[in-house]
């Protein structure tokens, strides 16, 4: 429904707007000029943080690296048999590992600039690729996209986007393109070609059909969580401003649940027979 008003709101927006000059044409033609029909008032609202449809998850693990090793084996059979596709299969490999990487959405994906990559000063072990900046974040109703910037965690994704970057990048890019991910036909990829590519690779592989692109999202914070890292670095990670958000997307296994439970009896038992014994 929400999608629907928007997409009448944005109509509306568009033949009410001056620049135009519509509502002088349907003045002068019609006796009556168009307005904006859709309000906050009687618009449907974002009432919760999550409103995914329940078969919508995390990757455990082993589906994440199936479905990486997957992609990389498309890249080396399409160029073995001297297919021009390679490159392109190449860069979307490369886009889904990255994706994964900075629990990035499609357009913010998308959008990056090979400018948006920047150096870590506490971490040069990644050396230029150790922070992402993100300049096309999701943005607060009538807000401008949000930015953020995010911290490299592994060093296989430092190895990776250099290996884009410095090696093919330059094969399909159109000279003076900063897109990070240029397009074969195109100066940047589009949001249907992502979306096919994951979904073609998915199905081949027999993965659930609930894992979608937004779940390498709610991967990225369920591993990072079962890896033992703090919430709130997760959190300042995710750019989310509470808590609470960033619980929405873990999605913990439950041998995760019982080896923490397990930890947290451990501790208690031990803390308290090492405690002192009461003397009269």
Same mark, same amino acid.
């Given at each position: 429904?929400?999608?629907?008003?928007?997409?009448?709101?944005?109509?509306?927006?568009?033949?009410?707007?001056?620049?135009?000059?519509?509502?002088?044409?349907?003045?002068?033609?019609?006796?009556?000029?168009?307005?904006?029909?859709?309000?906050?008032?009687?618009?449907?609202?974002?009432?919760?943080?999550?409103? %995914?449809?329940?078969?919508? +998850?995390?990757?455990?693990?082993?589906?994440?690296?199936? &479905?990486?090793? $997957?992609? @990389?084996?498309?890249?080396?059979?399409?160029?073995?048999?001297?297919?021009?596709?390679?490159?392109?299969?190449?860069?979307?490999?490369?886009?889904?590992?990255?994706?994964?990487?900075?629990?990035?959405?499609?357009?913010?994906?998308?959008?990056?600039?090979?400018?948006?990559?920047?150096?870590?000063?506490?971490?040069?072990?990644?050396?230029?690729?150790?922070?992402?900046?993100?300049?096309?974040?999701?943005?607060?109703?009538?807000?401008?996209?949000?930015?953020?910037?995010?911290?490299?965690?592994?060093?296989?994704?430092?190895?990776?986007?250099?290996?884009?970057?410095?090696?093919?990048?330059?094969?399909?890019?159109?000279?003076?393109?900063?897109?990070?991910?240029? %397009?074969?036909?195109?100066? +940047?990829?589009?949001?249907?070609?992502?979306?096919?590519? &994951?979904?073609? $690779?998915? @199905?081949?592989l027999g993965l659930d059909p609930g894992l979608d692109f937004h779940g390498l999202r709610r991967s990225y914070v369920t591993h990072l969580i079962e890896a033992g890292?703090?919430?709130?670095?997760?959190?300042?990670?995710?750019?989310?401003?509470?808590?609470?958000?960033?619980?929405?997307?873990?999605?913990?296994?439950?041998?995760?649940?019982?080896?923490?439970?397990?930890?947290?009896?451990?501790?208690?038992?031990?803390?308290?027979?090492?405690?002192?014994?009461?003397?009269?």
């Open positions: 429904m929400r999608s629907y008003q928007d997409a009448l709101r944005s109509f509306c927006r568009y033949v009410v707007d001056p620049a135009y000059g519509w509502s002088a044409i349907c003045e002068q033609r019609f006796g009556t000029h168009p307005i904006q029909v859709v309000h906050e008032w009687n618009a449907a609202v974002h009432v919760q943080e999550a409103e %995914s449809r329940p078969e919508k +998850r995390a990757f455990t693990v082993d589906e994440l690296q199936d &479905f990486f090793d $997957y992609a @990389d084996e498309q890249v080396t059979m399409a160029r073995d048999r001297g297919r021009k596709g390679w490159l392109p299969a190449f860069r979307d490999a490369t886009l889904f590992k990255i994706a994964y990487s900075y629990r990035l959405r499609r357009n913010e994906t998308r959008m990056l600039d090979v400018t948006d990559l920047g150096r870590n000063p506490h971490g040069n072990e990644f050396g230029d690729y150790g922070l992402l900046h993100v300049r096309y974040g999701k943005a607060k109703k009538g807000s401008a996209p949000k930015r953020r910037s995010v911290v490299t965690v592994w060093t296989w994704t430092a190895e990776i986007m250099d290996e884009w970057v410095t090696e093919f990048r330059p094969l399909l890019a159109v000279p003076g393109t900063s897109a990070l991910w240029p %397009s074969e036909r195109g100066v +940047r990829i589009g949001l249907q070609r992502i979306n096919s590519r &994951f979904a073609t $690779y998915r @199905d081949a890292r703090d919430p709130l670095f997760v959190q300042f990670q995710c750019g989310h401003e509470h808590a609470s958000t960033t619980s929405l997307y873990t999605c913990v296994s439950s041998d995760f649940r019982t080896r923490t439970l397990r930890r947290a009896l451990d501790e208690t038992l031990a803390a308290a027979l090492e405690a002192p014994r009461r003397t009269r």
